[in-house]
């Protein structure tokens, strides 16, 4: 496609925001998913301000060109890939927090902040913003805001959404829309703020965000738990999340993750290791010592051969850094597609007993490693990708498990998004009519299909 | 209008389910809003199951009725008021509990259980379904889906939309959409079920929900803290929610609400009492008691003269009593018309004074009560309504108390909903691009505007 009379607009528009150099066109290309589409674009708006993106889409609709929003590229779905020839509004220079307010317990921000930057930005006041994404260093509010991201912390404190009480988005038609209210209350009209959150760029583009933040947490107890099997360790996960305690923190790895990360880090796990179980618990003083006895009770009960409470915070830090770098000791390893299926929280023990049968089926490696305590897992199949067997073989265990995980009650995706990776799925979860609905709600605000075309939909 | 044959065809078609004897359709009528339009139906479906919504709501689309869905018409903004030749869906008898699971923690109901009801059946389980309108003992879940309800405790547990994972919903076309999972997290397309909430009956009708529990509360210490004036009340709060101490309850009365329940219930309240405020914490064992004692200490700070600890249970209830029962003595003072407002937390204090100032500008009674550490108020105007000028004047204090929430950077509606009563308000809250998308929706959802006409936009 060729778009030359486009691009001559928009740079006569917008100047020196506007990235045309080929080599530099090629690194907009996709985001961290496997196996995806993507092309090459024909520019990219790299926006300092609202009236950027605005401009981009006016010109961009005006000739038919489609549009796909950027943060970091740190997603897995493939949903921030480029369109041949189209064009990238690139968020990642609107990175700037607007205004931290103490009082009323938010934050104004741009899309382009890292996750992490805004989360230490605000604890210097005294803040928490819960959605912790185990890229937290990586990837960027707008992000997080477009795949509704979940993290480490959500078992107890909710998901983005939970946190978003305003949004700037800019339409299909350049016009910019303000959502939502700084209250913590309001129900004037519909819940447009989180009809946008969670849609990957498809409805509209996310420019500026007003979200809810906490008092600070006390400072956790981090306990690890060792088991000689993965099945074990799910069974003392269903425990904890049937009873009364509610960690912030519960996170399952799986032998293959413990093992790659050892590697990765050195961490000198020992050879035994079939599952690892990470909990935190943050209640104040001795509610907080009392929780964590309790889910070491639970882990115990259910076979686990070593808990140990982490004696300080450096210990502390090391087994969430292991955590965190689970996806990346993967790639180290191969190829890697990483699902994100989400089941009912009893049906944990039955998800990672089913991914082992279709590791053994599909003669494949599959780490498992997951926000347990949500029955949020991220399956992750690790092969040789220049081997078009074994990559067909990954391909086929990757579906597997997303289907094992609707018929388990769950979902294709817990909180890594649809994206190009998972849209032929999509139908199958939420049915006819639930796909007609979304039909209609994306013609209605982006009636020629423009904004991310061929994701999610 | 007359709407014969519609109703014929209705009659023959689901039988005894259907009302058509005209006193009893008189009482289908209206909800508790005062001063807004309604009519009367031309006939009511007293729906028991999905299938008599969606085959009444199939009819009524094709002969171009329109349709009202009804709770228990408690709501105060007239969103369920009926259409003159209209048809009501009445989900009154659609009033089962049908699933509590307690190790997923949720709830499935049908829309017509009363809120108390779905609260009391969960904790015999142990489980907690924390938003608590001040009517729920006469409004039903389907009620607070559509609005969006608040309560007393969501100033530390949220609202409605918080809480519920799954929604079945009649379209207007009769087609049965399912939204959501039962899984706590998911991000399988567009957050439909949250467009669903709080959207009036304007984009469908509720007919089943699956909602998220939370274990039991621990027994919480109740605070009642009396004030000279409630502009010192309102400063105390502000210096509460300005803290790391979250309540579970933070409600203030004004001296116009404390002599109103005074009189319906007897307390006892001295006459020197110029506010009341209420607070509880549940947090457990000593950090509970900390709480509450910090709680006191901002309230002594501010001015409170006295500040006594509930000594048991009855005491705690009689405390809660009166603040729920504050409407309902407004009501027999005369006629009310209750607002909704709003407000940064910040603001409490501008919101109760400027209340006090429209009050003597207009020559009426104003009562003031609400959610206060939300910053969300009712203040009421009182009057006799059969006197044209204190009408007129109690109209445009209304008014006026809305347009002091939009000038304090809140919201003309908390948790009633925009109904009927604050429709010509929304376009002034929302804004001209705001308005748009929520027409392009609601066309989309409801191509010939038959669900629940006049109300909200």
Same mark, same amino acid.
């Given at each position: 496609m060729? &778009?030359? %009379?486009f691009?001559?607009e928009?740079?006569?528009a917008?100047?020196?925001v506007v990235v045309?150099?080929?080599n530099r066109?090629?690194?907009?290309r996709?985001?961290?998913?496997?196996?995806?589409?993507?092309?090459t674009?024909?520019a990219?708006?790299?926006?300092?301000e609202?009236a950027?993106?605005?401009?981009a889409?006016?010109?961009?609709?005006?000739?038919g060109?489609p549009?796909?929003a950027?943060? #970091?590229r740190?997603g897995l779905s493939?949903a921030? &890939?480029?369109?041949e020839?189209g064009?990238v509004?690139?968020l990642?220079?609107?990175?700037?927090v607007?205004e931290?307010d103490?009082d009323?317990?938010?934050?104004?921000?741009?899309?382009?902040v890292? &996750?992490?930057?805004?989360?230490?930005a605000?604890?210097?006041?005294g803040?928490f913003y819960?959605?912790d994404p185990?890229?937290?260093?990586f990837c960027?509010?707008g992000? &997080?805001?477009?795949?509704?991201?979940g993290?480490l912390?959500?078992?107890?404190?909710?998901?983005?959404?939970d946190y978003?009480?305003?949004?700037e988005?800019v339409?299909?038609?350049?016009?910019v829309?303000r959502t939502?209210?700084r209250t913590? +209350?309001?129900? @004037?009209g519909?819940?447009l703020t989180?009809l946008f959150v969670?849609?990957?760029?498809t409805?509209?583009?996310?420019?500026?965000?007003t979200?809810?933040?906490?008092?600070?947490a006390?400072?956790p107890?981090t306990?690890?738990a060792?088991?000689d099997?993965v099945h074990?360790?799910?069974q003392g996960?269903?425990?904890?999340?049937?009873s009364t305690?509610i960690p912030?923190l519960?996170?399952?790895m799986?032998?293959?993750?413990?093992?790659a990360v050892?590697?990765?880090?050195?961490?000198?796990f020992?050879?035994?290791?079939g599952?690892?179980?990470?909990a935190?618990s943050?209640?104040a003083?001795?509610?907080?010592?009392e929780?964590i %006895?309790?889910?070491a009770a639970?882990?115990r009960? #259910?076979g686990a051969y070593?808990?140990?409470? #982490?004696?300080?915070e450096?210990?502390a830090?090391?087994?969430?850094t @292991?955590?965190?770098?689970?996806?990346?000791a993967f790639e @180290?390893?191969g190829t890697?597609m990483?699902?994100d299926?989400?089941?009912?929280?009893?049906?944990?023990?039955?998800?990672?007993v089913?991914?082992e049968e279709?590791?053994?089926k599909?003669?494949?490696?599959i780490?498992?490693?997951?926000?347990?305590?949500d029955g949020n897992?991220h399956p992750?199949?690790?092969?040789?990708?220049d081997?078009p067997?074994? %990559?067909?073989?990954?391909? @086929?265990a990757f579906?597997d498990i997303m289907?094992?995980g609707?018929?388990l009650?769950?979902?294709?995706t817990g909180?890594?998004?649809v994206?190009v990776?998972k849209?032929?799925?999509l139908?199958?979860?939420?049915g006819?009519?639930g796909m007609?609905?979304?039909?209609a709600?994306?013609?209605a605000?982006?009636?020629r299909?423009l904004l991310n075309?061929g +994701?999610?939909?």
């Amino acid at each position: 496609m060729s &778009n030359d %009379a486009f691009v001559k607009e928009l740079v006569d528009a917008l100047g020196d925001v506007v990235v045309t150099d080929a080599n530099r066109l090629a690194s907009y290309r996709e985001d961290r998913a496997m196996f995806c589409d993507a092309g090459t674009p024909c520019a990219v708006v790299l926006a300092r301000e609202t009236a950027h993106v605005s401009d981009a889409v006016r010109l961009a609709s005006a000739h038919g060109v489609p549009i796909v929003a950027q943060g #970091a590229r740190s997603g897995l779905s493939g949903a921030a &890939n480029a369109i041949e020839g189209g064009l990238v509004v690139a968020l990642e220079r609107m990175d700037r927090v607007l205004e931290i307010d103490e009082d009323e317990r938010l934050v104004v921000t741009q899309p382009g902040v890292f &996750n992490a930057d805004l989360s230490r930005a605000v604890a210097d006041r005294g803040l928490f913003y819960p959605p912790d994404p185990s890229s937290w260093e990586f990837c960027t509010i707008g992000g &997080n805001l477009a795949t509704n991201s979940g993290g480490l912390c959500c078992v107890k404190y909710g998901v983005t959404t939970d946190y978003v009480l305003a949004l700037e988005v800019v339409l299909a038609s350049g016009e910019v829309l303000r959502t939502g209210r700084r209250t913590v +209350k309001g129900v @004037a009209g519909y819940d447009l703020t989180r009809l946008f959150v969670g849609s990957e760029g498809t409805l509209g583009i996310i420019t500026e965000a007003t979200l809810r933040l906490r008092p600070a947490a006390h400072r956790p107890r981090t306990l690890a738990a060792t088991f000689d099997s993965v099945h074990d360790a799910a069974q003392g996960i269903s425990a904890i999340t049937r009873s009364t305690v509610i960690p912030n923190l519960l996170e399952l790895m799986d032998a293959t993750s413990v093992r790659a990360v050892d590697r990765l880090l050195r961490l000198g796990f020992e050879e035994r290791v079939g599952a690892l179980v990470l909990a935190q618990s943050d209640a104040a003083g001795v509610a907080g010592e009392e929780e964590i %006895a309790q889910i070491a009770a639970h882990l115990r009960d #259910a076979g686990a051969y070593d808990v140990v409470l #982490a004696e300080d915070e450096a210990e502390a830090a090391l087994l969430l850094t @292991a955590r965190r770098q689970v996806l990346t000791a993967f790639e @180290a390893m191969g190829t890697t597609m990483v699902d994100d299926v989400c089941v009912p929280r009893h049906r944990i023990v039955d998800l990672v007993v089913g991914v082992e049968e279709i590791a053994v089926k599909h003669d494949v490696v599959i780490g498992v490693v997951g926000h347990a305590g949500d029955g949020n897992f991220h399956p992750s199949v690790i092969f040789d990708g220049d081997d078009p067997d074994q %990559a067909a073989r990954a391909h @086929a265990a990757f579906d597997d498990i997303m289907l094992l995980g609707l018929t388990l009650g769950g979902t294709i995706t817990g909180e890594h998004g649809v994206g190009v990776l998972k849209r032929e799925l999509l139908a199958r979860e939420i049915g006819p009519v639930g796909m007609s609905v979304h039909r209609a709600i994306k013609d209605a605000l982006d009636p020629r299909g423009l904004l991310n075309p061929g +994701k999610v939909l």
